[in-house]
């Protein structure tokens, strides 16, 4: 009866209808499914034999612990249960578990997850997640696995969940956002790469879901053939047998032995990154569905006359006895040898003569198989010689020497051997010129037989490098060498094995790439297909232009047989037979060699690549075009890979993508590069860099691993990583978590008291906005931005900016300083009153940013974002998970708010200059002092007014001292004891600072720490800005790059200066210089000024002698103003030839965006000099020029971004006119200043 259920459940839910499933027969994955769902429910399980079949035979059935396999009779007398309900009840059975999974790759998760019920999973959210009070800090390991194993069971990676999404502002109908994941090697181990990927894959997959898009992240591995094969190859070697002696059946056999104990592991490690690809649509290359795609499009493209038979050169690994593709070829340089040696010209009679052509080599070996000797047809040395014969070392036969324009006349001797069955280049001389080949190496990489019969049987059976002694020792004897020299050269080496590999004439299956390569290149010119980056355009154009043939044929048994059959009982007959089975080959076969002849399929297997460029369709469906699937998921939208297999695998997919189903298999194409240490190098055991993904995310957590990579990550740049990146972003990991921690904490104080102000998804409507304070509404304006800037940048694939947008945001704005300004509204301890209108406005603004910014945060970071909005107060009917909460979007109708926005920064800006300034002073943290603002901006002054307690709170003001006053009513003097910080020209602050004695030696050592750290900073930003970083960094990354270098060195220089001044070894006061000018009219005598607070100086002696005064640094007050001014005047004239010049323009441009800062800075001097000036008009007038120079800066900005010369020297000129123009207000200037102040300080002394 249970069974009976299982089964009404099964058509029920439709299972056995997905187009996998149809008229298949029952596979082993299914009877443990379910033994083990049985053995749940109570239920005895049992199935008759003659079910039990594998749809191949290379996949043979095992005994299934748990299952007893009776005989039909005996099924039919012991059960009422028909063995197809069983294979439903089976397949119901796994159902009712995780979505389907195969038990054989997720043991460890069967009695964890699929025990439980999904209806009842999906309800609630781990207890683990939300069941107690959130800690002090965020703890990764407890709720990441939990968590996952909720969203999976959930349904919540499925394309279909888009319907639960809402999707405020939008109509119509939802689009599909479908992306094929790259299949990660069955036998593969968790690395960066695969981290990389998956992180960046899973970002764009959350954002679309949360978009409403119905996104498909269809993932699977790939059955790897050569390292499958190695592995299985190693462990029969352990027990004293090989592949060829257990045969091919057992060979099989014991591979998917293998797979199906250890062939899951990386998918589980892909799950422990967070990736969110519906599992149950998980693929297998050598899946049933996917192998009959496979031996169809080999038939199709068969019959098209795309995929013949033939002998052209390949990659042939000796080790592995197969041809291998050029991706599992690795160039390693070696200190080698080149052997210089003699090619004699043969007379008419064959006989050797004087002359010789002199030829070089690093393989002498292969001199063995040489066709021909090859010079430039213009090459005067040999022209002679094109037509005679030559003499092949050691072996007295001879060859023609050929021209040929491919050869370099300037490099070595001009003249090269040609070997054509051993050089790929020598290979297409060879054709052109109709050469004999000769294959002189074997398949185990020794001398083969041939050279028997070609006059040096001495060598057969050699190795190669055995030969190469021997065969150069005789030439030697010979007198045929000439030298032999050190020489550096790169040797492909085979990436499974290790050993060198070697270019040979092999008869192979190839697929003509001639039209398919064109339509490639077609669909990526017209904008079809989009490859970001787009430099690799020209890469994707180079390759594919080449159009050379492509051997998909390996010399494997684990993999995708070859569907051919040759006549076994037809001696000499080079028929073959190309069908989609067995049967159909037979047909053909018997039509036209008779009913008597007896067939045997090709031993070889495709390439992995073939298979697995047709991934894209195959894996919805294909060829069933008409299957539901493939009309809903096909073409995909987005392909994301490593830069290094662009032609490898994405090549291949377009162009059988074109060919099959005539339509490109995605439309973009985005390429993320290596990952590599924090210094670039590439990881390796042997350098000890390698940072582990699956040991950093037991250290830092998945959340902050995904980070470090993608805050780095930028399309075809490689990303650097280390554990202080790690560390970083854990840090930020648990900053996310203590932000939420403190709102939703102070939000459950007045939760009951205070009406429920806030809801998820809640929004704010423009009227609302307009009536919160000015802090709010920078905040929501700061916030709309965000949205924006982070949703454009992920539609265009950008992952770094928005990672550090964020951040910025929630750590900096809402973390630093909003939540402080909101304590002074809600926490009374700070003056804030918990029950008034405007603590409820701060709380719904703070839960609001807090959940926006949790949303954004997301797809980065979905573990900890998920753990903290769980915990939201989220009002009724909420989406079940944030993963399925709607994007946000800008609040209000009005997306900015730029005036309270500028507010804020300036609020932020003004009160980091007066902790700084506290903190220079010896302030202690917790002493109150009184402040004073000078404001020029009346609007300005207000919003401060407004703002008085949180003013206080952050920059530790007395708030009964606590001032602010327009600039017009400053007094021209200071009080005793003030410091004035000066925030802008509009803006300055004095702080009323205690007298406090300060130990020297202490304060030294503490600025002298300080400028040691600043100098280090600044030179690894100095030897990062080199000629590449500003040639292919990012503009921001740039622009933000020199603006640190900038900033380190004002930095540096104002701790020198402190230094120097503590030491005694700084320029005197202008107060100091007045004093002694002083001294020195009233008549001369020792000057020896006392501190700079005391009024009276000794008069005594003869002569004038100022401590610390050099005859440079004894100028008037504003001379070095003036100085610097007329240094950046020149400075700018001679910017236009610099850019003007094509050797110096491309440095300068880069480095015209900082120039641009700094010249910017100009204005302070300005600002210094026009304060001498006595006449009001030229004041005014100064300061008019002064602001336009300003603005002027600033516009210059954009054409020097662009490298736009003209739109450039058109504000070059403006700018430049300014400068001259003050220049010529300067007149005087610096001698009113100097005699003003000497006079005041005249008075002040002699009074």
Known sequence: MASERLSRSASRKGIGSHPRQR??????????????????????????????????????????????????????????????????????????????????????????????????????????VTGEEMPGRYESAKIEEDLYSWWESSGFFKPEIAEEVPRPGSSGDR?????????PNVTGRLHMGHAMFASLEDVLARFHRMRGDRTLWLPGTDHAGIATQMLVERQLVSEGTSRKEVGREEFLKRVWEWKAEKGGAIVDQLRRLGSSADWSREQFTLDDHLSAAVVEAFCRLHEMGVISRGKRMVNWSPVLQTAVSD?????????????????????????????????????????????????????????????????????????????????????????????????????????????????????????????????????????????????????????????????????????????????????????????????????????????????????????????????????????HRIPVWYPSNRPGNDKYFVARSEEEAYEKARAELGEDVELKQDDDVLDTWFSSGLWPFATVGWPDESSEDYQKYYPATMMETGYDILFFWVARMVMMGLTLTDKAPFKEIYLHGLVRDEKGQKMSKTKGNVV???????????????????????????TPVSKGMLENAKAFANKIWNVGRFIITEHAKTAESMPAVWSSGMTFSEEEIKQMPWVERSLLSKCNAMCDSVTSALLANRFAAPTKELKEFLQDDVASWYVEVAKTRFQEQFGGNPGSPE???????????????????????????????????????????????????????????????????????????????????????????????????????GAMEAEGPALAWLSRADPQQLKVCAMSEQPSEMPEGTVRVLV??????????????????????????????????????????????????????????????????QQKESLTSQIAELKGDAEPSRREFASAVAAFLLGGGAVQPAKAEDIVYSLEGPGIQIPGLSAESILPAGAKQEARFRKWVKAWKDL???????????????????????????????????????????????????????????????PAKAKDLPAFMVFHAEILGLLKQFESLTQDAVEDLTTDEAEQELEVNFT
């Not at 490099?411 to 040609?418: E, R």
């Not at 573990?863 to 107060?873: C, G, H, S, Y």
């Not at 009002?875 to 005036?899: F, R, T």
């Not at 804020?904 to 009184?930: D, H, W, Y």
């Open 23 to 128: 008229g298949r027969r029952i596979q082993r994955e299914d009877l443990l499914l379910a033994a083990a769902g049985c053995q749940t429910l109570g239920i005895a399980f049992m199935v008759s034999s003659p079910e039990v079949k594998p749809l191949t035979s290379q996949r043979p059935v095992q005994p299934i612990r748990g299952v007893r396999v009776l005989p039909a009779r005996v099924m039919s007398r012991s059960s009422r249960i028909s063995s197809d309900s069983v294979v439903r009840a089976s397949i119901a059975v796994a159902a009712m578990s995780v979505a389907g999974q195969r038990l054989a790759k997720r043991k460890s998760r069967l009695a964890r997850v699929r025990c439980k019920g999904a209806a009842e999973a999906s309800r609630n959210c781990p207890a683990s």
């Open 692 to 718: 582990d993904p699956l040991e950093s995310i037991a250290e830092y957590g998945t959340d902050a691993l995904r980070y470090a990579l993608l805050t780095n990550s930028v399309a075809g740049m490689d």
């Open 175 to 183: 689009e599909s956002y479908v992306m094929p994941m790259p299949p």
């Open 984 to 1049: 802008g020209d509009d803006l300055e602050v004095d702080i009323l600072v205690p007298k406090v004695e300060v130990d020297i030696e202490k304060e030294l050592q503490r600025l002298q720490k300080q400028l040691d750290q600043v100098t280090g900073y600044l030179q690894t930003t100095e030897k990062k800005i080199s000629p590449q970083f500003l040639e292919r960094a990012a503009p921001a990354v740039k622009e933000k790059t020199l603006a640190q270098q900038d900033e380190l060195r």
């Open 839 to 941: 603590a409820a406005t701060s709380q719904k603004v703070l839960l609001y940013l807090l959940e926006v910014s949790l949303k954004m945060l997301h797809p980065f970071m979905p573990f900890v974002t998920e753990a903290v909005w769980q915990r939201l107060p989220l009002g009724d009917s909420p989406p079940k998970s944030l993963m399925i909460s709607s994007w946000p979007v800008a609040a209000g109708q009005s997306s900015s708010d730029l005036e309270a926005e500028g507010w804020f920064t300036k609020f932020c800006s003004m009160v980091t200059a007066i902790r700084n300034a506290r903190a220079e002073q010896g302030v202690k943290p917790k002493e109150r002092l009184p402040l004073t603002l000078w404001c020029k901006d009346a609007k300005f002054q």
């Open 327 to 559: 991706l599992e070829v690795e160039f390693s340089d070696f200190a080698g040898t080149l052997y210089n040696f003699k090619y004699v010209v043969a007379g008419d009679d064959g006989q050797p003569t004087e002359e010789f052509i002199p030829v070089a080599t690093t393989r002498p070996e292969t001199i063995l198989g040489d066709s021909a000797v090859c010079v430039h047809p213009e090459d005067d040395r040999y022209k002679h010689l094109v037509g005679r014969k030559v003499l092949v070392p050691m072996q007295g036969r001879t060859i023609p020497v050929i021209a040929d324009d491919y050869v370099d006349r300037e490099f070595g001797t001009g003249a090269l051997k040609i070997t054509p069955a051993h050089d790929f280049n020598d290979f297409e001389i060879a054709q052109r010129h109709d050469l004999a080949f000769h294959t002189v190496i074997g398949l185990d990489g020794a001398i083969a037989p041939t050279a028997e019969f070609l006059g040096s049987p001495q060598y057969v059976g050699l190795s190669r490098e055995k030969c190469r002694k021997k065969l150069w020792a005789d030439m030697e004897e010979e007198g045929l060498v000439i030298k032999a020299e050190d020489h550096q050269q790169r040797i492909p080496l085979s990436q499974r094995s290790g050993e060198v590999i070697e270019p040979m004439l092999s008869d192979q299956w190839f697929c003509s790439t001639e039209v398919m390569a064109q339509r490639a290149l077609d669909v990526v010119e017209s904008g079809e297909v989009s490859i970001q980056p787009d430099r690799f355009v020209k890469t994707w154009q180079g390759w594919l232009k080449e159009k050379q043939p492509w051997c998909i044929s390996r010399q494997l048994w684990w993999g």
């Open 1136 to 1198: 236009p030839p610099q850019l003007e010049k094509p050797e110096d323009a491309q440095k300068t441009w880069d480095n015209c965006q900082g120039f641009l800062r700094r010249i910017y800075g100009v204005n302070e001097d300005m600002n210094y000099i026009a304060k001498g000036f006595k006449d009001a008009s030229k004041k005014t007038k100064a300061e008019e020029t002064i602001e336009t120079f300003k603005k002027k800066i600033k516009a210059a900005d954009k």
